[in-house]
């Protein structure tokens, strides 16, 4: 079945780590995005990237760095800058193109993150 | 700048009662896009329904249904005769046409949406 996949599901970091999320996606799609949930909040955009090779900084970006190297894949490290990274990450994928603004973001199952 | 206000934090009704989520929105772009997102305790997000900027119907689905009205920047949804499957937390989110809406979705901070048996 076509669609996103973000691992691990939980994932503990000890003081001055750096940490990984991965995120998959098998749609095709061209557009990815790492948004960031915290409790009683929206989501807020860290990263997005439209193409392999490019992405944009979002609201949130500081303290987070990502790679589009596949079209598949765009892992969100957490590093050590990030001071406060207990929160639930989610990753998104979207079509783009024509009518692009128009396709919706579908979304994986999250990965909530923790400092030890 | 855009923005998504859904001043609705928590609504708890009981099941069968009809219940309406407000979203109101800010922006400066005259071609948007309108979302609308669940996400049950499970943690994922369910896609919901768009809507374009220049297309103004209510739509229904089901026991669901949408009203956008431009005049007040508003995207409301009800849910006719709730049930207790319905219970979540309910985000609005917008896109802007630039750059063909790539950019990301700008949410509100959700509804949690409460049914009781």
């Known amino acids: 079945d076509g669609g996103i996949t973000q691992s691990p599901k939980y994932l503990f970091r000890k003081e001055g780590q750096n940490v990984t999320l991965s995120c998959e996606q098998n749609l095709n799609h061209d557009a990815m995005y790492w948004y960031r949930q915290d409790p009683g909040q929206g989501l807020r955009l860290i990263y997005y990237s439209q193409i392999v090779n490019d992405f944009q900084k979002g609201d949130i970006a500081e303290g987070y760095s990502v790679s589009r190297e596949k079209k598949e894949s765009f892992p969100l490290t957490v590093t050590s800058a990030q001071k406060n990274p207990t929160a639930f990450y989610l990753c998104?994928?979207?079509?783009?193109?024509?009518?692009?603004?128009?396709?919706?973001?579908?979304f994986g199952d999250g990965t909530r993150l923790s400092i030890l | 700048a855009q923005k998504v206000t859904q001043a609705q934090t928590e609504i708890s009704v009981v099941e069968k009662e009809d219940v309406t989520l407000d979203c109101v929105y800010e922006t400066r772009d005259t071609t948007y896009y309108l979302f609308w997102y669940k996400q049950p305790p499970s943690g994922e997000l369910v896609f919901l329904i768009r809507r374009n900027s220049f297309d103004e119907q209510n739509e229904i689905s089901g026991r669901y249904s949408w009203n956008f009205q431009k005049s007040t920047s508003s995207f409301n949804f009800t849910i006719t005769a709730s049930q207790v499957v319905d219970s979540a937390v309910y985000f609005c989110a917008l896109s802007e046409a630039l750059r063909g809406g790539a950019d990301g979705l700008t949410f509100g901070k959700g509804t949690h949406l409460i049914i009781q048996p």
């Open positions: 998104a994928s979207r079509l783009t193109g024509v009518g692009g603004g128009n396709q919706p973001q579908h």
